[in-house]
């Protein structure tokens, strides 16, 4: 299979779990989630630790891009393993991985996307870069800091507010768009799309 014919790998970031399912740290679940549903895809086991759905993105046609979108099952700071066995059962190339993810450095809402880089403390993406090396791209979902001196940890591990569950399905929706764009259309012209 050559790299024009290998698909791209999307993998939300999150902690599997009911309890987990409305934490900030699982903006990268509800990223898949929503794409999943836009591809009429349904997600299913994977022997490798993680639930897939296969399929197309894009318009119907030639431009549309072969696509497989994960959530590891395993807890968010072991996902590189998870993430590394799909890439190889896949053979997807490393910047064809997308890691969606929780940012804390960026406003709620706001988007950035990168090609590789550090992990800025992101326990999902250390496991990863560690995994398979850092060339992978990253949408990054602003969750913001928190407020005064709560601890980082306990702050991504916590539901959105009621208030920012008023537009959390805008920002989802505009992430999912944002992941189409890059993986149709280019990193540079997604970047400066959605980059806010």
């Not at 990223?31 to 399929?55: C, I, N, P, S, T």
């Not at 119907?60 to 190889?88: E, F, H, T």
């Not at 189409?180 to 997604?190: F, K, N, Q, S, Y």
Request: glycine residues 14%; aromatic residues 8%.
């Amino acid at each position: 299979m050559s790299d024009a014919d290998s698909p791209w790998l999307i993998v939300g970031l999150g902690n599997p779990g009911p309890e987990y399912a409305g934490n900030r740290h699982n903006a990268g679940f509800l990223v898949a989630d929503l794409l999943a549903g836009r591809m009429g895809g349904r997600f299913k086991a994977h022997k490798a630790r993680a639930q897939v759905v296969e399929g197309r993105l894009g318009a119907p046609g030639p431009g549309s891009r072969r696509v497989v979108i994960a959530k590891p099952m395993s807890y968010m700071n072991l996902s590189g393993g998870p993430v590394s066995a799909l890439r190889d059962f896949y053979k997807v190339p490393l910047e064809r991985v997308v890691a969606v993810h929780d940012e804390l450095d960026i406003d709620y809402g706001a988007l950035r996307l990168k090609l590789g880089g550090g992990d800025n403390g992101h326990n999902g993406l250390k496991s990863m870069t560690k995994a398979m090396g850092a060339g992978y791209h990253r949408v990054r979902f602003g969750v913001g800091r928190p407020p005064g001196r709560m601890d980082v940890a306990a702050f991504v591990l916590k539901d959105f507010s009621a208030a920012e569950r008023k537009e959390l399905d805008y920002f989802v929706d505009r992430a999912a768009d944002a992941v189409e764009c890059l993986v149709e259309d280019g990193l540079e012209r997604a970047q400066s799309t959605y980059n806010s």
